[in-house]
């Protein structure tokens, strides 16, 4: 008997894919921890501070300039770096950027999802990193503008001028280590203190977190020690208060205005980094400012305008206006007229303690003149018999150390008390240049 062939079976092979949703590479910047507060120590035979955190640092926000790829490229190229060799840290950027940026990071990244505003990112930031030029450190200070303390900022120069950066990028792996080890003790010296090497971090109004605290011991290589440490400059600020002709203060953006749901709470003043301006701008009229000094009337300015700035601020629009230039450590405010009508109206250069006011002279023939504070320009300006009210930003000095101002990273290895100063003058600015001559 003939047993029928089986006609065999071809079953067509096919790989099938299990779609999952997306991972999640933006998150809140709720669920980081709250920041760390570093201390910054004097150091014998150096004006600048010296950087010394309690515990590593953990969160890191992450400010570019504007329109450039080239800044792109490195931040994602450091942000890479960094997440890879110390696996603690978190990132935090703007809302902008993050939607710009996440899809090039194998890690998420942190920002103000509830509230797409740059008023909570200081209260878990630790440290500060820059892509650009001086606008770039500006507009990171600015994010610190409502309050006293900011976190210190590692500045890369990939700007026009860069005369505020002190970093060049192809050295951000050791920049950052150098900021990143500062203060962490070495065995040498948690032998002689009989104290382990990790510490609690000092945070204010600290929230119990799930989250595992970084460990120094984690990272390879030598350590810099307790008596070593990442040079830091305090820059001066300015803090700025705006008001009414009936005394009543302004915000000087739409984010301080207080909600209609709080009315009695005030508008906190602004800080600057560069300067507050007075100008008339659009007006064919000179302005009329009545300038007073410590409550006492100093003179009446005719001008285009006036400028307060910082030290930082006096190789901005001031020293274009023919302020004088002042060195970043001496605690002082400028006073500088634009265009003045008066040939004798001199800039002047005083305390950083006292209180300037421009008032707005019912003299104007113009109602309004413009106010900026570090460019960025208030709606609406500011009307006769309007006030800005302008003194330094206090420092608060205690055996923890210093506390106050814009503390910026210098590069390491530089003599004495060398910040750099002086070759920016000469190899950013120019000084006393003479004409025909290359040097």
Known sequence: MKVPRRKALYVRWQRYFTSSSRRLLVKDIAELPDRIYPSYRETRNNDLLSLQWPSPPRNVLLVKK???QPATDALIEFAKHITSTYPSISLICESSLAESLHDHLPVPIFTNLATPSPLGIHTKTDLVTTFGGDGTILHA??????THSVSPILSF???TLGFLGEWKFVDYKRAFREVYMSGAPSERDAILEDKPIISKPFEENAAPTALPEADWSAIRGKSLG???????????????G??????ERLPLTLSQTPPSSSPNTSVPDVHALNEVLIHRGADPHLTIIDVLVNKRFLTEAVADGMIISTPTGSTAYSLSSGGSIIH???SSLLLTPICPRSLSFRPLILPANVEIVLKLSEKNRGRSVEVSV????RHGGLEVGGEVRVTGEEFDRSEEGWRGGVPCIMRGGQSGGDDGWVGG??????FNYPFGEER
């Open 242 to 247: 705006i008001f009414s002709s009936t005394g």
């Open 425 to 430: 003058l000469n190899g950013l600015l120019k």
């Open 66 to 68: 504007n329109r450039s």
């Open 374 to 377: 570090d460019g960025m320009r």
């Open 157 to 159: 120069t990939m700007g």
């Open 328 to 330: 970043p450590l001496v």
């Open 141 to 146: 200070s600015s994010l610190f503008s409502a």
């Open 226 to 240: 307790t008596q070593r440490g990442a040079r830091v400059l305090l820059r001066n600020r300015l803090k700025v």
